[in-house]
């Protein structure tokens, strides 16, 4: 098993910054994808980013591209989002996912993670 615990959640002003982080323990190897997802009111959960454990090579979805930094600390068991820049329409449940799937098949489009955390709530206000 693997639990996930995120933090950092909150409230924030348009054009303002937030840090997400994500603690990471149990049973994961090197080959893990690690991922944000996130999920507007209304709307169902997206893949906003993901990373890959082993070499930190990363995806990012196109509506957070310049915007969001995803990153892994492999000494810390930690997977971080660094959002810049927030829109209202960022305004969502953030989610840090785990799969034991390869990057290139868990950076899908659909592909389903085995793992989740409990969520936090990124409110931007205008």
């Known amino acids: 098993q693997v639990q996930l615990v995120e933090s950092g959640g909150g409230l924030v002003q348009a054009g303002g910054s937030l840090r997400l982080s994500c603690s990471v323990s149990?049973?994961?190897?090197?080959?893990?994808?690690m991922a944000w997802f996130r999920q507007a009111p209304g709307q169902e959960r997206l893949l906003a980013a993901a990373v890959a454990w082993i070499d930190g090579t990363t995806y990012y979805d196109d509506s957070v591209k310049g915007q969001f930094t995803i990153s892994r600390d492999t000494a810390k068991n930690t997977v971080t989002l660094q959002m810049n820049n927030l829109k209202i329409e960022d305004t969502a449940v953030y989610y840090c996912?785990?799969?034991?799937?390869?990057?290139?098949?868990?950076?899908?489009?659909?592909?389903?993670?085995?793992?989740w955390g409990q969520g936090t709530l990124v409110t931007v206000s205008s």
């Open positions: 149990g049973r994961t190897t090197s080959t893990f994808t």
């Open positions: 996912a785990a799969s034991a799937a390869t990057f290139s098949i868990a950076t899908k489009k659909g592909f389903r993670y085995s793992y």
